[in-house]
Each structure stands twice: as C-alpha cells, then as structure tokens.
C-alpha cells in the first residue's frame, strides 16, 4: 500500500510540474505562433485560478461555503478603476487600496456570516454579494451597468511595464505560485490545523481551548484581500471592469473551477481553472451554449470522482 501511495504522490507531482512548464512555455508558444490569443486566455487562466485559489481555502480547507467569493474580485477590479478613473495611476496606490478593500469588505461579511452555520451561511455571504453588485451598478459616475473603461494600466514607476502582455503573464504567474505557497504554509501551520480541525468538528475544537471563531475570521479575511488582488490583476488585463464581475454567477464559475480541479489540494484550482476556461472556450466554437455541456461533465467528475480531476491523478474514485 506504501509503494502505491508513492507511486500515486510522484504522478500527481509529475503532473503539477509538468503543467507549470507548459504554463511557464504560453509565452515562448504564443510568439512562435503569432497568436495573441493564447497569452490572453491563459493569462485570465492564471488570474481566475488566484481567485478559486482564495476561494479554495476557505471552502476546501476551511468548509466555508461563500457563494460571494466574486465580490472580493470585483472590489479588486473596481479599486484600481475607480482610483484610475480619479487620475490615481500608481499601482503603488492601487493595488494596496484594491487588497486592503477587498480584506474590510470581508472582515465584515465574515464577523456576520460566520456566525451562522449551513446554508444560512451560504444565503447570507450570497445576499452580501448581491448587495454589492447593486451598488456597483448604481455607481452612474464609474459607468453603472455599462461598466467602466480602464484607459491606463497600473504604474509602477518604471519598474514594470504592464502593457507588456509577456512580463504581465509572468507577473500573474508569479503571483499565484506565491499565492500556493502562502496557502500551502497557511494549511500546514497551526493555524491551519486549527482551520481544518473546526471543519470536521468545531464544537471539539472550542472545548479545547481554540477561539475557532477568530481563526476562522482571519482565514476568511486573508482569502478575501487574495482575490482583491486578482480582481486588480483583471482590471489590468482586461482595461474594463463591470457589475458583472461581482455577480453571483461569477462566484459560481469559482466554486466550479475549485470543485472540479480537486478540493483540499494545492493545484487543484488551477487545475481547475485550466479545464474550465479552456473546455469553455472550446465549447464555445461547437454550441452558443458552452455551459449546457460543462454541467454534465461537472456532474460526473462530482459524483463518480472523489476529489476532482486531481483525486482522480491519485485514482480516488467513489464506490
């Protein structure tokens, strides 16, 4: 059983190394092929991988099932547009504000959903979400419902260029290997042990002495100012922002891309991430409805596999 379970640990790392090669090549491919496209699917891969990445650990790790992860994206997006729109350029300024928003916002979502369990837990951080898209589309000076119009990227004095779609890629990539690092030492400190022990039985944990409550806040928290960063990462890449990024929906793509690429491990929302968006784009040259033919897919990963695409890597299969 040991050797199998070795066997089993080296083909899941082969492959999560071998998919940050072919990551790390998108940029070598797309200018040997002159196609542009490539970078900027990949690039929206690597950035939504970052916001289920978030979202991963506290749903994954955590068992806080926020159906408004997607707010924190678009208070991300809406920080760097807003402050653009008021002629604050510096991403000195921007990226700061949009990581410090995103981790108030969900301070406060967090003191008051936390302390409800379930899908009273879930109805609350959606209500939360929804909030905030109403308010972002009554926002007539920053485009309302139209959205709004980036026309400059985030400066950094010169030190990065972001209009350089090579070293942005990079940049992005850069940043969610940081973030799997963070995650990957947040689950395996006693912080994390804490988290994963009120998971599985919070009521123990406080008979024991753990303030689970304030872990688990600090969890939510840090997860929240991880997918403002993406959000101000998806402002940069796409030179737009709308309502549209902090819609329910959009928190439903990110449970999908964290479900589907496997809960509980590092890579598996880029995994998920990667199948997603690209299964999506494929899809998208056969049917205009792409999404009728990813939910039974997700179907059956969800009942017939134990952990995603990567339990599947480890053959764990449901009986």
């Not at 980036?150 to 890629?169: A, E, P």
């Not at 793509?253 to 589907?260: F, I, K, P, T």
Request: proline share 3%; glycine share 12%; charged share 10%.
């Amino acid at each position: 059983m040991k050797i199998w379970g070795d066997v089993e640990l080296s083909a899941r790392v082969a492959v999560n190394v071998a998919l940050l090669i072919v990551l790390a090549l998108v940029p070598v491919y797309a200018a040997l092929t002159g196609d542009p496209f490539v970078m900027t699917l990949f690039t929206r891969v690597l950035i939504l991988a970052m916001a289920a990445l978030s979202l991963n650990l506290i749903m994954g790790f955590g068992g806080m099932i926020s159906f408004g992860h997607a707010a924190y994206l678009g208070i991300g997006g809406y920080a760097v547009g807003i402050l653009a729109k008021e002629g604050i350029g510096s991403g000195f300024v921007q990226w700061p504000v949009a990581i410090a928003a995103s981790a108030l916002y969900a301070l406060v979502v967090g003191a008051l959903s936390l302390r409800t369990r379930g899908v009273y837990f879930i109805m609350i951080t959606l209500a939360f979400a929804q909030m905030i898209y109403y308010v972002a589309i009554g926002l007539d000076r920053y485009g309302g419902d139209d959205g709004l119009t980036i026309y400059h990227d985030s400066q950094f004095g010169g030190l990065l260029d972001l209009g350089n779609k090579t070293l942005f890629y990079y940049l992005c990539f850069a940043l969610l290997l940081a973030g799997i690092y963070l995650v990957w030492r947040i689950v395996n400190s006693r912080f994390g042990l804490v988290i994963r022990g009120a998971r599985s039985n919070e009521r123990r944990m406080r008979a024991i002495g753990f303030p689970t409550f304030r872990y688990k806040l600090t969890c939510f928290v840090i997860a929240g100012a991880m997918c403002g960063l993406a959000g101000a990462l998806l402002a940069n890449h796409t030179d737009y922002i709308s309502p549209a990024m902090m819609h329910w929906t959009r928190s439903g793509d990110l449970m999908v891309m964290a479900v589907l690429g496997g809960m509980n491990a590092m890579f598996g929302p880029l995994i998920g991430a990667m199948t997603f968006l690209l299964l999506e784009e494929g899809l998208s040259h056969v049917t205009d409805y792409p999404n009728l033919l990813i939910g039974p897919m997700l179907l059956v990963v969800a009942i017939y596999v134990n952990g995603g695409i990567d339990g599947l890597m480890s053959g764990a299969r449901r009986g």
